[in-house]
């Protein structure tokens, strides 16, 4: 193999090895290519290849996975402890990513091992990417729950791969959708009925001080939403008003055909940014909804003692207007002085105290269990998440936690306390993970199997 490719160009090398059977074997001879020697067309037919591998080599990271997760759901131990805890914990830890994040890689790996063969060997010759894998493995995982037979798994799965060929993986999961409703129909209509105890909110940081809120609701809530916003964005009368111009320029366009094309371009432009400032209103429509909310229900649902509210940390100067550095709004990160300072002057603040603190104020010691409500203050600042690593539920909705416990002597003070989840709070209680914590709020977990991970603190102007 080795002189064949020696006797040929470097981009006939490369095309052979495009077509090649993924491997360590076929990675290694890619790896002495340089792209960069490769004409337009071999570099393009060099990416493909290196794609290829990358199938492969989540193959193998899919048996580890396996291997430390096993091949099927663990059952909790007690009624403290969820499925998969220690396993999903475990697998977070080692690749680094979230709980949440892991538990989905765990339930690829589970059922492409289990239940897609055609699927797995795909996916270790390089056949299919990840992308594609995760979706066949997902829309497969919704039938399976509701009891779709093996014949009927291996004809949809048959579909996919055939159609994956020359598609995205979302096409490939509108195609396995349409098979799915054809083939399984009754396993469908339960498979919609069990997603829909999924719905979920959640919110991601983007870049510029923005963030994206994404809701995965049933088809019909989701419209049911759409139009409360479109509707309290269209009460505004300068909407009104614009939604007007918008259709006499389009009336004006289509009417006058004499006009110019720079006119008629320039009637483009007006026409998609008015449409942007739809949207943008649209955007306003639902955060004015969130608002009126928390307004109504101020007294209602405190956490940890407070009503629940936007905390923003920035220096004495940058408030006073005689410097401009970035504030830190917590939840998202670094936010300008501008908008920093905005912010600040249109709602209700609590003081975050950044100076050296003695801790005679905080530290209750042994007299009570119940910290009072300047140490929980102070505890949800500090931390600002969860404690666990990689966690990252926020602390104003965690549990308090004692790291040594109270009844073994553990002290009611910020050196033995921070804010656990549910979860992580139930498994360093129940399932055999140890803490400890230290002075300036870093902590160490230590796993049932031995292993350490040091959480260090975390500074009131980092986002977490």
């Not at 497969?140 to 291996?154: D, K, V, Y």
Request: with cysteine.
């Amino acid at each position: 193999m080795q002189n064949s490719a020696a006797l040929a160009t470097q981009e006939e090398s490369v095309l052979r090895l495009l077509h090649a059977p993924a491997g360590i074997d076929v990675l290694t001879e890619l790896v002495k290519i340089d792209p960069h020697s490769l004409n337009e067309s071999g570099r393009v037919d060099y990416l493909s290849a290196i794609e290829r591998q990358s199938g492969w080599l989540e193959s193998l990271l899919q048996g580890a996975i396996i291997a430390v997760a096993g091949s099927r759901s663990q059952k909790a131990t007690d009624i403290f402890s969820g499925v998969d805890d220690q396993e999903r914990e475990e697998v977070a830890l080692a690749l680094r990513v979230s709980g949440a994040n892991a538990q989905q890689k765990i339930d690829v790996a589970r059922v492409i091992s289990e239940h897609l063969p055609a699927t797995a060997s795909a996916l270790a010759t390089g056949e299919i990417s990840l992308g594609h894998a995760n979706m066949i493995a997902r829309e497969s995982a919704e039938i399976l729950r509701a009891g779709a037979t093996p014949e009927q798994l291996n004809e949809i799965e048959r579909i996919a791969l055939s159609h994956a060929e020359f598609h995205t993986p979302s096409q490939v999961a509108s195609k396995m959708k349409s098979a799915i409703a054809k083939i399984a129909p009754i396993e469908f209509e339960e498979a919609v009925a069990a997603a829909s105890q999924r719905r979920s909110v959640d919110c991601y940081p983007q870049a510029n001080g923005m963030a994206q809120i994404v809701a995965l609701l049933p088809a019909a809530d989701a419209q049911v939403v759409m139009l409360a916003i479109d509707k309290l964005a269209r009460i505004n009368k300068e909407h009104a008003r614009e939604e007007e111009a918008l259709r006499a320029r389009q009336l004006a366009r289509f009417t006058f055909n004499s006009k110019s094309d720079s006119a008629a371009n320039r009637i483009d432009r007006e026409a998609i940014e008015i449409s942007q400032r739809l949207e943008a209103m649209r955007a306003d429509a639902l955060t004015q909804i969130a608002k009126n909310y928390l307004a109504a229900t101020s007294d209602q649902a405190l956490a940890h003692g407070r009503p629940v509210t936007l905390n923003l940390t920035m220096d004495l100067e940058t408030m006073l207007g005689v410097a401009d550095n970035p504030g830190t709004l917590k939840g998202y990160g670094p936010i300008p002085a501008n908008i920093a300072r905005e912010l600040a002057g249109d709602a209700k603040w609590r003081k975050f105290i950044t100076d050296p603190v003695t801790g005679e104020l905080l530290d209750v010691g042994r007299l009570t269990y119940e910290p009072p409500q300047a140490l929980k203050d102070f505890l949800t600042a500090r931390d600002q998440i969860c404690r666990f690593p990689q966690c990252r539920q926020p602390a104003r909705v965690s549990d308090i936690d004692h790291a040594k416990s109270w009844e073994s002597g553990g002290e009611t003070s910020k050196d033995n306390m921070g804010m656990l989840c549910r979860r992580h709070h139930q498994m360093k209680t129940h399932g055999g993970w140890n803490l400890e914590s230290f002075a300036d709020g870093s902590c160490e977990w230590i796993a049932p199997n031995g292993k350490r991970y040091f959480v260090p603190s975390r500074k009131m102007d980092e986002a977490m």
